[in-house]
């Protein structure tokens, strides 16, 4: 059968207009932690702190809601960040030795970094090296028109500000060693300057340190040095005493000493006193101290580092001291800077009084209130580190109704009752943005069994609660953390701090599929070891036992051995669960494999679940199995091996190389006979085969894939739906599975009705099986109403949420496969459409979702759409049915394979990606559902920069520096789909997506046949349906087979 396809004359302007008003790309927030951060700076008047990275990316973070993101030309360490205070204003240093300005801005209302100047600092001719004119150390004046640079070779060099201007006012250790005692000299280098400090009461005075321990009190003005202090311990750091009379210097030998300044005694030996805390036995060094004073008398030191080396030089610790009072915070991760939130106003006020210590760790953010006795921890409205134990899988719910969202507030009320944001000590800046319309909700699956309800309404990503399931299980863990604690010894006084614990008890509790409905509260939650959870969310403690249901998959089928890991034994007697979500059935899947499919049907009391041995069907308000079916081939020995297998890795790379080889040989050309009847044949069909090439550059031929793969019973997908499945008159329950080898099971359901749930039980009949041609893995399924419309979610209808389906038109069902997605009309499952996603060689569909994108210009035009993200990092948009290509963007890097295996889409055109193990990128491909930063913040400065350089004004980034803006979409679009348009088959007439009437993408020829399987229809169907069969085997085959 001949095969046509026709090209597009032209597009519809006013197609194009719609589309420009449903659609368009945005990078817009990064929610969680920043990946490595390597610098951390404060601004006390503006109240904004500013987190600099290894990828060379500036956060700046206020109140909630308010973030900036600026990111370096040259992707390089920001080694440190200083605020010029008040100004709006930043300096960064970076590893490649580069100061750089950024300016915040206002405009289109909002306020925007950008980066202004950047400078490097010159070497002398023949004197010093590259080496020796690196920037150790940054110190700007507070009048912050001055900025001094320490150096590797022990300069100090002095900039004006803000033009970056280096000022004739360079000051060598050649000067500086004429005023040290030759005694003092014993001809060593003083080494690099390690800090500089300005003096707190005469700003023309700045004290320098030396790595070898001098340390110097230079004057500005006269360019002569007032104090000398001989340090004989290697310098980490400096701090002024807030009156000026005395400074504090840490050391690497794990002590801090304090030096009194004199104008009397103008050459320091000795300080006044010295201290090592974790003495007398060798320490770390002290990275850093700070020394404030308070209106009580005695100074509050706070320092890093200084711990035993033998017994804790593997802690990272940090250290409050305060006359008999003595903490030292404990850390599961390195210690990068700390700030205290105290007056700066050094005129009006006495003392530094701190309020607040911020320390930026390694994985995340911790804040102590100094003020409150005890000095706990403040919760932190951003900034939470979702990595605090791997994430494993993620949900999103849209349009959360108020009621959930209550009841899940009230239970991480409970949980923390001193979460509460308000106390925030970083406030500057306002949030312009309106109150978003509706809640969402985003859960996280963790390694440790826990999931993590996050607040995805707005730019912050809030927690909210954290429900754990190692509870109901009995682990190999001790729980032993607060034995072991008391059992230590009172000294070092070690108080674990920080949410973040990269270590799981036992990796058979991760979590791996999440299913929530929204409207009863019901959950699903299951797990690596084949464990399912049925929960129901209550507001009162609960103390009950966990009903516990085995389910064999492989249904005693013959020659397979389970060769993982065991079941995670539950509890026996009863548990106490606190207020939130609780278990009430435990499923358990036998064998004990990862579960890779799961979906919840509370208005059925219904949830199904697939491993890669099988699915089963299970009804928790019985308490009782309803169906198990195994999906394992015979050559299936694979899936029996565990997560975990060199075999099977093993196999897996040698079954590829030999895929390679015969590809390679199929696709060599063959030699044939010149006048053999088939030659021709193979010429016709590689002449087609060219032309349909470059007719149809979107598409290609699939190859298909043999039975033999492993792993091939796999379930990936399963589905609820209520459609025609026996007939066309009569519809129902029904529930749909698909498999990694291309097949789908449609199973129709005999749901009793509510009054008689308790009474009857739920029975599944096998309806229909279908084996796709191509035996792609089926990767999601959707069945559609009358009118084309996915079907709402259960209670929607019945609760007046949501319009009715159409069940007097005939319903279709959506089959999404790793290769094509194809569109069956119900029941007969005749396939009507289908769209080969092939743009390029190699191309796979690895996320899909069902959006709704509603105009922006008319909030009462919208449009059902599929979102399809590829291996190659692109997302396309097609109608729905039609199956009609809208859109396509570039969006994830195709060998960011993490990031699109964790990218999850929202039902309103938004989706979420890791970027990192700490960090969300959240994107919107709609043009009216923008979830991005709008916020503002006023800033005084004497000279603006940023109009007199707008040429190095660009739009702000993320720091990926992947952001693309509406109109960089719209070009993206441009340029991939003008072909795809001109190669798609259809009208004008046809063009709009909804109208989806006779729509057919290919002709029959194209439509290849799929095996499907009956098992509901009558003895006239089977005869007509056989004689039809016989019919078509009975045609010449067309040239060309697909």
Known sequence: MMKFRFRRQGNDPHREKIKQDLFA????????????????????????????????????????????????????????IHFLHGQGRILSLLDDNTIHLWEIIQRENRSHLVEVHSFTLPGRPGIESTSATRVTVMLLNLSCDLLAV??????????????????????????????????????????????????????????????RGLVVLWDLNSRHIDNVFLGKQQLESLVWERSGNSFVSSHSDGGYMVWAVSSSNRCTHDPVSSTIPYGPFPCKAVNKILWRTTESGAPLVLFSGGMPRASYGDRHCLTILQDHNHVTLDFTSRVIDFFTIHCTDRDQVEFDDPSALVVLLEEELVVIDLQMAGWPTVPAPYLA?????????????????????????NAGQQQCPLQNFENWPICGGKNLAPDPKQKELLLTGHEDGTVRFWDASGVSLKPLYKLGTANIFQTDCDHNDSLTQAGEEEWPPFRKVGCFDPYSDDPRLGIQKISLCKYSGKMVVAGTAGQVIVMVLGDEKSDHMIDVATVDLLQDREGFTWKGHDRLPPKSGSVVFAPGFQPVVLVQCMPPAAVTAVTLNAEWNLIAFGTSHGFGLFDYHRRSPVLARCTLHPNDSLAMEGPLSRVKSLKKSLRQSFRRIRKSRVSGKKRAVVNSPTCKVQEANAHLAEHDAEVTPVQRRIEPRS?????????????????????????????????????????????????????????????????????????????????????PEPYEVSRDLAKAPDMQGS??????????????????????????????????????????????????????????????????????????????YDCIRKEDISGIA???FTKTGQGFYLISPSEYERFSLSARVITEPLCQVDVERPHDLS??????????????????????????????????????????????????????????????MEDVKDYLMSVDEA??????????????????IS
């Not at 000299?185 to 030396?210: A, F, N, R, T, W």
């Not at 749909?736 to 291309?742: I, L, P, Q, R, V």
């Not at 349906?1025 to 060309?1040: A, K, Q, T, V």
Request: hydrophobic share 35%; charged share 20%; net charge negative.
């Open 25 to 80: 790309f945005n990078k817009t927030v990064e929610h969680g932690f920043p990946n490595q951060p390597s610098a951390l700076a404060y601004d006390p008047k503006l109240q904004l702190m500013a987190i600099g990275t290894k990828s060379g990316a500036i956060k700046i973070y206020g109140a909630p809601a308010v973030e900036m993101t600026g990111l370096h030309k040259d992707t390089a360490a920001v080694t440190q």
């Open 1023 to 1040: 005869e007509n349906n056989f004689r039809n069969i016989s019919e078509e085997d009975g045609r010449p085959p067309g040239i060309l």
């Open 385 to 409: 580190p979702l990595h605090s134990s791997a994430i494993t899988c993620s949900c999103h719910i849209s349009n959360v109704p108020p009621k959930l969202w209550e009841r899940v507030i």
């Open 150 to 211: 320490g150096t590797e070779g022990g300069g100090v060099h002095f900039l004006e500000l803000p033009s970056l201007t280096l000022l004739n006012k360079s000051l060598f250790q050649d000067e500086i060693m004429q005023s040290v005692p030759d005694k003092y000299k014993c001809g060593k280098s003083l080494g690099p300057v390690e800090s500089l400090q300005e003096h707190p009461k005469d700003s023309d005075k700045i004290l320098i340190g030396y790595s």
């Open 902 to 904: 964790s990218c999850v």
């Open 707 to 791: 039975v033999d793969d492993s792993l091939s019973g796999v379930v990936r997908c399963l589905c609820f739906a209520d459609t025609f499945l026996r007939d066309g008159t009569h519809h129902g329950p029904t529930m749909w599975a698909g498999t990694n080898s291309g097949s789908v099971y449609a199973y129709a359901l005999d749901v009793p009705s509510q009054e008689k749930f308790s009474e009857q039980s739920v029975e599944a009949l096998l309806g229909k099986e279908i084996q796709l041609m191509h035996r792609a893995p089926v990767v999601s399924i959707a069945v559609l109403d009358g009118r084309g419309n996915p079907l």
């Open 947 to 1008: 109009e007199h350089s707008s040429s190095s004004m660009t739009v702000p980034t993320q720091a990926n520096g992947t952001h693309k803006t509406q109109a960089e979409g719209k070009s993206v679009e441009a340029e991939g789909l003008l072909e795809e348009m001109r190669s798609a088959l259809s009208s004008p007439v046809l063009d709009s997506p909804n109208s989806s009437a006779d729509i057919n993408l290919d002709t029959t020829g194209e439509l290849t």
């Open 811 to 888: 319903h279709s069902v959506l089959i999404i496969s790793e290769e094509q997605f194809k569109v069956f009309m119900l029941p007969k499952v005749n396939a009507k459409t289908k769209f080969k996603l092939t743009a390029h060689e190699g191309c796979r569909v690895r996320k899909v979702a069902l959006s709704n994108f509603t105009s922006v210009t008319s909030e009462d035009y919208s449009e059902n759409t599929l979102v399809c993200l590829t291996n190659l990092g692109d997302i396309h948009v097609f109608s729905v049915p039609a199956l009609r290509p809208q859109v396509r």
